[in-house]
């Protein structure tokens, strides 16, 4: 079968030279962003912004880097439930928001078990975070009032240009405070408005699940929901290259049956930028 599920991408930037353009590409990004006044747009959002029940779930691995960015999923403004699963012992950084211990199965087989634990219904926002990311100072409020502003149902942040990104559209773009896509990521970090979640969880026993995102992407345009990349906010996912923990044709074979029969959309269409909004005159 033809595999237009594939992003024929795996992110790879090791490269040193690729390296040192992406690093200074980051410098270029960071003052277009000054000028745009990008943070100081998104601060205001913050600021005038309804309180949200937030849920941040995710699955940790011995060593990981999500002690650190669990001090900016802190809020002041809304209410945050932290809920975390340990693929070993409790790591004792996080032992205070860990409610599963030892868990074996895949990413989203892990996730539910996470999801069953976690017990805060009625959340505004289900954020599902990888443990190997780095986020940006004030990342918790920005990112969900944009969200909430912009009506989106499936979010995630952009990543660096130095990130690990299987998927073009979702790595930064300067100037811009949310893109609106066809297409949202199932990582490093996928935030899920109400109506989505809703429909998504629990997620498909899965154990890579890659092609799962074209998944929703295909329901997303049947539902007319609302996907956005947010510009505004971006994380790091610098630490490994997509799929090096695993075994790759694992995870294709895993795609293909997944999606045998369910509808998806093409990866040559997870590209599609439907708008950039650089303020919220909206
Ligand atoms: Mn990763």
């Keep these: 079968m033809s595999e237009d599920y594939l992003s024929g991408d795996a992110g790879d930037v090791t490269h040193p030279w690729r390296r040192a353009k992406r690093a200074l590409g980051e410098l270029a990004f960071e003052a277009l962003d000054r000028a745009a006044l990008v943070a100081r747009r998104a601060d205001v959002v913050a ?17 990981s880097l999500l002690p650190q960015a669990v001090n900016r999923l802190g809020s002041a403004h809304h209410e945050v439930r932290l809920a975390f699963g340990a693929t070993d012992a409790a790591d004792p950084a996080l032992a205070a928001h860990t409610v599963a211990q030892h868990l074996e199965g895949g990413k989203f087989e892990n996730l539910n078990r996470v999801l069953a634990a976690a017990a805060f219904p009625d959340f505004d926002w289900l954020l599902v975070v990888d443990d190997d990311l780095r986020l940006p100072a004030h990342f918790l409020d920005r990112f969900v009032a944009l969200c909430q502003r912009f009506d989106l149902d499936l979010a995630q942040p952009a990543q660096s240009q130095r990130s690990h990104s299987a ?6 773009r300067p100037a811009s405070l949310v893109r609106e896509t066809r297409f949202v990521e199932i990582g490093p970090l996928t935030a899920f408005g109400r ?36 510009d505004a906010t971006p994380v790091r996912h610098e630490a490994a290259t997509v799929g090096s923990s695993y075994r790759t044709d694992d995870a294709r074979a895993e795609a293909a049956r997944f999606l045998a029969d369910r509808p998806y959309l093409p990866a040559a269409r997870a590209g599609d930028v439907v708008a950039t909004h650089r303020r919220v005159d909206r």
Excluded: C, K, M, N
Aim: charged share 25%; proline share 7%.
């Design 195 to 230: 109506r989505a979640a809703a429909e998504l969880l629990p997620f498909p026993e899965l154990r890579f699940g890659w092609g799962l995102d074209l998944h929703w992407a295909a329901l997303a345009a049947e539902r007319r929901w609302r996907l956005g990349v947010v």
């Design 167 to 172: 998927w073009r559209v979702t790595r930064r």
């Design 47 to 63: 600021r005038s912004s309804p309180r949200q029940r937030v849920l941040a779930v995710g699955v940790y691995r011995p060593g």
